[in-house]
């Protein structure tokens, strides 16, 4: 019964975060809200969302988030609105354009070409060829240079 108790909880625990009184009366406004403040980082916390974290600038964001959506924001005008306060960092998933897109693509792109590199050197170390046995002026020579 504890056990139980103590798992719902657990659970519930990203509910507590927002308050009786952020909630907005609208309930389609209310869950476009709580689906945008998933996607929100918490300023404070790093790498929670505003809607799971307590921290007071991440109640703020919230009731931003949901005076922005009374006001007749879409959401992306909300993203926008945020990004342009805050910067990109506010996003838990940032975006895939311009210069995030460099980040984006750069680990794949290292990787195939440390692949490639790696690919060539050991395909090279497999081709090289057997050294042909000396001749006989050859040895003769290296008799000649390797005593004194």
């Known amino acids: 019964m504890i056990r139980s108790f103590l798992f719902w909880l657990m659970l519930a625990g990203a509910a507590f975060a927002v308050e009786p009184d952020e909630i907005l009366d609208d309930p389609v406004l209310e869950e476009r809200a709580r689906e945008l403040s998933k996607g929100i980082r918490c300023l404070v916390c790093r790498n929670e969302s ?15 988030v949901r005076e922005r959506l ?3 924001d879409s959401d992306d005008e909300v993203i926008d ?9 506010v996003l838990l998933a940032p975006r895939a354009d311009g210069v995030n897109l460099l980040l984006w693509w ?11 590199i790696a690919g060539v050197y050991f395909r090279g170390r497999r081709e090289n060829p057997v050294p ?8 003769e020579r290296l008799n000649e240079l390797t005593s004194d």
């Open 50 to 64: 505003i809607d799971e974290s307590n921290a007071e600038l991440a109640r703020d964001l919230r009731l931003l």
């Open 70 to 72: 009374v006001e007749g």
């Open 81 to 89: 609105y945020l990004v342009s306060r805050f910067g990109e960092y």
């Open 106 to 116: 750069a680990a794949p792109v290292l990787f195939l070409g440390g692949l490639g």
């Open 132 to 139: 042909e046995e000396l001749s006989d002026a050859e040895k």
